[in-house]
């Protein structure tokens, strides 16, 4: 496995990679198993794995966690060598991000539900992944499911700037009780870790009640979702539904709906999503 941190050691790393087919994992670190089952999608369609691990200060707003998000380098460099990642990738702040860097990517859909109350945040992701597309030219991307907004605009991104790769997506790893994993559940204090399962517990709930078919009923029922969240503890952001295609209000004629939701336990953003009708 090669480990880089610059430009210039990527450049000459990539080099060497250039005969395989190439799938770029992009990650913030503090990898767990739902990082792990990205890597093993794309090694079991046949690419060779990069792998980046970049906390990107242009997706985090004023008073988010940034300074204090886990960054346990030797472990991750530990797993991703356990796991055949061939190239892994942890660059410098002042080199992904120039000093008076004020161009970004974006998307209307970008300022929606966690857009809503992250503003800015979706610019920045898709800032630094069309930099880390530049970066490595991958044949495809992958992605993970529990980020579903994220994926969405990715994907927008891909199509309508005609990157040359595919994006691939992951379903949501879960723990046990069906907490979606993700490197902030480590925030949790042990009596939220047994809150946390609530917030997938009510969206299969959800599933399981139906989609109500006119849209103020849809509206009452979402404010009702919300209102069981709080019960059970979470301070909700929102709970929306959206049109799987469009990621907007569902219309009549969509084809797949989403529930998507997220919600803080104390100082904890939680998020997660449901495809209604699969
Ligand atoms: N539980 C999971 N199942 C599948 N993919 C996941 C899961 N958690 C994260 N990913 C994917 O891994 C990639 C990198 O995500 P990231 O490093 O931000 O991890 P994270 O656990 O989501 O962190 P955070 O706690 O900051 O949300 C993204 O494509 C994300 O969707
Ligand atoms: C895609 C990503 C690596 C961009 O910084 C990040 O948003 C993440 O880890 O999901
Ligand atoms: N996985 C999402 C990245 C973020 O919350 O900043």
Redesign the pocket.
Known sequence: MIHVSSLDELKEALSSESDHPLAL???????????V??VRHAKSRGFHVALS?FVNPMQFGPGEDLER?PRPLSADLDLCQKEGVSLVFTPNVSEMVSENSSIRVSHPVGSLYCGAYRPGHFDGVLTIVAKLFHLFSPDIA??????RQ??FLIERMVAELDFPLKIE??????EYDGL??????RYLSESERLIAPFLYGRLLKAKEEGVPKNHSDQQAWLQEISKNLSTLGFRPDYVSLVDRETFLPPTRDSSGLILLAAAWLGKTRL?DNLEMDE
């Open positions: 994992v992009p990650t913030m670190g503090a990898l767990h198993s739902g990082h089952e990205l691990i998000y992958v992605f993970g499911q529990k980020d994220q994926l997506s992951v379903k949501t790893v879960r979606a994993k993700s490197s902030r559940n998020i």
